[in-house]
């Protein structure tokens, strides 16, 4: 199954860019934990003030992105991810918009 969203891939090659600059070793080759927090623009007048409540970029679909992203870098395939966290929250002070990954090893 392919990422049918074809806005996405430039997101996704830029993740992809950035964890071959800092992934160290070979793929996993185990079960994997994957942990993602993505931190969305902040609209003007938003509804809550932490979380965003929007319909445009579905959890799903950016977790997929980042799955894809890292296959055959972190680890060989994204069927491997059994495990995770995945937040939407908006920007902060701290966190520009983006994506904060943690890929832990579960074996």
């Not at 934990?33 to 003030?49: E, G, Q, S, V």
């Amino acid at each position: 199954m392919r990422n049918a969203n074809k806005g996405t891939k430039p997101w996704q090659g830029l993740i992809s860019l950035i964890a071959r600059s800092k992934w160290v070793g070979p793929p996993l080759s185990g079960p994997v934990r994957l942990d993602l927090i993505f931190y969305m623009k902040k609209p003007k007048n938003p509804r809550h003030h932490i979380y965003p409540i929007v319909q445009r970029n579905d959890l799903d679909k950016l977790e997929r992105t980042v799955f894809d992203a890292l296959s055959e870098i972190a680890y060989g395939d994204d069927g491997q991810v059994i495990a995770g966290e995945r937040w939407k929250l908006y920007e902060n002070e701290e966190r520009p918009p983006g994506v904060f990954i943690r890929i832990t090893e579960l074996s």
